[in-house]
């Protein structure tokens, strides 16, 4: 029976533990690059099997909040790479999370103070975090956002390419997950609250799954197929996020990963950071038949579930063989050492919310190790 310290391959990553740290916005990279306090936060959290990276803009256009990191610049990836050699002297794996936010954006952030774009003109009810010009961070309601052409579509494939080219090349990253969930670019494109669109784009879900699956494409072309992965949140809310059909679409993008050999697919169970069970539509989500669907196409990366884990329900999952990998997020604020925590069943930290987004040193490398 398979543990949590066990050993596992996702596709081309050998991976020491199924411990997974989550990906996790922390609004401490001024100009788009990952400092000194980075390094020391990832070099902190090394002993993980696996880290994904804070969401990581792949171009301007893709910011969604204030001081978040890119990949489209040459600081912003050799500030990357002190982060990436850090982790691999600690023995740790670590991919970049790929990210366009779409709509959830604010035009204050975008190139030239232009609109966000999304796949339709149609407001997230959402907040971006933004800094103020006396230094404060504030939460403040997403702007307008304009409807992409079709002809911009391959620019924007083409930009997370080029960014997965250089997380690997460049910024020495071990492979990239890209950002499918949440409410951002790639979600909006899936669900139809957020995509009225009616081109080849937009009604059927044929159509709605069209760009992810040119961005995962381009993402695989890119950094190989066995370093690429992909995360999803088949029914949260977060950012507005809408279907109320949510099932054969998300088994029509579990089968079409299937036949693309990623290195592992990445699902947030129930509204992210909230209930497990949340629904949308009728029935809740059969997230058996997800995964089912995935490997019944030929999926043989990992399969890596998030969202409310403890300790007991991670075991629980590896055990019964429901996942390969568990993520955690917020425990991995407050426990550096949480793979150790686990091993030896101590005492978890709670993290401080107020320091979450934004700020400096504090909330972010002063939570200390277990003794
Ligand atoms: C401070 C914070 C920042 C987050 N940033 C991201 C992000 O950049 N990308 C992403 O996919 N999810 C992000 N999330 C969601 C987490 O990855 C995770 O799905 C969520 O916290 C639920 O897992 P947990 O119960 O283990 O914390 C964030 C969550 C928190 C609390």
């Given at each position: 029976?398979?543990?949590?310290?066990?050993?596992?391959?996702?596709?081309?990553?050998?991976?020491?533990?199924?411990?997974?740290?989550?990906?996790?916005?922390?609004?401490?990279?001024?100009?788009?690059?990952?400092?000194?306090?980075?390094?020391t936060?990832?070099?902190?959290?090394?002993?993980?099997?696996l880290?994904v990276?804070?969401?990581?803009?792949?171009?301007?256009?893709?910011?969604?909040?204030?001081?978040?990191?890119?990949?489209?610049?040459?600081?912003?990836?050799?500030?990357?790479?002190?982060?990436?050699d850090?982790?691999?002297?600690?023995?740790?794996?670590?991919?970049?999370?790929?990210?366009?936010?779409?709509?959830?954006?604010?035009?204050?952030?975008?190139?030239?103070?232009?609109?966000?774009?999304?796949?339709?003109?149609?407001?997230?009810?959402?907040?971006?975090?933004?800094?103020?010009?006396?230094?404060?961070?504030?939460?403040?309601?997403?702007?307008?956002?304009?409807?992409?052409?079709?002809?911009?579509?391959?620019?924007i494939?083409?930009?997370?390419?080029?960014?997965?080219?250089?997380?690997?090349?460049?910024?020495?990253?071990?492979?990239?997950?890209?950002?499918?969930?949440?409410?951002?670019?790639?979600?909006?494109?899936?669900?139809?609250?957020?995509?009225?669109?009616?081109?080849?784009?937009?009604?059927?879900?044929?159509?709605?799954?069209?760009?992810l699956?040119?961005?995962?494409d381009?993402?695989?072309?890119?950094?190989?197929a066995?370093?690429?992965?992909?995360?999803?949140?088949?029914?949260?809310?977060?950012?507005?996020?809408?279907?109320?059909?949510?099932?054969?679409?998300?088994?029509?993008?579990?089968?079409?990963l299937?036949?693309?050999?990623?290195?592992?697919v990445?699902?947030?169970?129930?509204?992210?950071?909230?209930s497990?069970?949340?629904?949308?539509?009728?029935?809740p989500?059969d997230?058996?038949?997800?995964?089912?669907?995935?490997?019944?196409?030929?999926?043989?990366?990992?399969?890596l579930?998030n969202n409310?884990?403890?300790?007991?329900?991670?075991?629980?999952?590896?055990?019964?063989?429901?996942?390969?990998?568990?993520?955690?997020?917020?425990?991995?604020?407050?426990?550096?050492?949480?793979?150790?925590?686990?091993?030896?069943?101590?005492?978890?930290?709670?993290?401080?919310?107020?320091?979450?987004?934004?700020?400096?040193?504090k909330?972010?490398?002063d939570?200390?190790?277990?003794?």
């Amino acid at each position: 029976m398979a543990t949590l310290f066990d050993p596992v391959q996702a596709g081309d990553l050998a991976l020491r533990n199924r411990i997974v740290m989550a990906p996790l916005t922390r609004n401490r990279s001024p100009n788009a690059v990952p400092g000194e306090l980075a390094v020391t936060y990832y070099r902190q959290r090394a002993t993980a099997g696996l880290i994904v990276t804070e969401g990581t803009a792949i171009s301007q256009q893709g910011q969604g909040y204030a001081d978040v990191p890119g990949l489209y610049a040459p600081e912003q990836l050799a500030g990357w790479r002190r982060v990436t050699d850090a982790v691999h002297e600690a023995g740790g794996r670590i991919v970049a999370q790929l990210w366009h936010v779409g709509r959830v954006s604010h035009d204050t952030l975008q190139p030239g103070g232009g609109k966000p774009v999304a796949p339709s003109a149609i407001r997230a009810k959402s907040k971006t975090y933004l800094i103020k010009p006396d230094g404060s961070g504030a939460f403040v309601d997403t702007s307008e956002p304009r409807a992409l052409e079709a002809s911009e579509i391959p620019g924007i494939v083409d930009d997370f390419r080029r960014a997965a080219k250089a997380a690997i090349e460049v910024a020495g990253f071990d492979g990239v997950e890209i950002h499918g969930a949440n409410g951002y670019l790639v979600d909006q494109f899936l669900r139809s609250g957020s995509n009225h669109r009616t081109d080849d784009y937009g009604g059927s879900i044929e159509n709605r799954v069209r760009f992810l699956f040119e961005v995962v494409d381009a993402v695989a072309g890119a950094a190989g197929a066995g370093r690429t992965a992909i995360r999803l949140s088949p029914v949260t809310p977060a950012n507005d996020a809408s279907d109320p059909d949510p099932q054969p679409l998300f088994e029509r993008v579990a089968s079409g990963l299937g036949r693309r050999g990623l290195a592992y697919v990445h699902v947030i169970e129930g509204a992210t950071g909230g209930s497990r069970d949340f629904q949308q539509g009728e029935t809740p989500f059969d997230y058996q038949a997800f995964r089912a669907a995935y490997r019944n196409a030929g999926g043989q990366g990992a399969w890596l579930v998030n969202n409310g884990y403890d300790r007991e329900l991670a075991e629980e999952a590896v055990a019964e063989g429901r996942a390969d990998l568990v993520a955690f997020g917020k425990l991995f604020i407050a426990n550096p050492d949480l793979v150790r925590r686990l091993k030896e069943n101590t005492e978890l930290a709670t993290p401080d919310k107020t320091t979450f987004y934004g700020g400096g040193a504090k909330g972010y490398v002063d939570y200390p190790a277990a003794i």
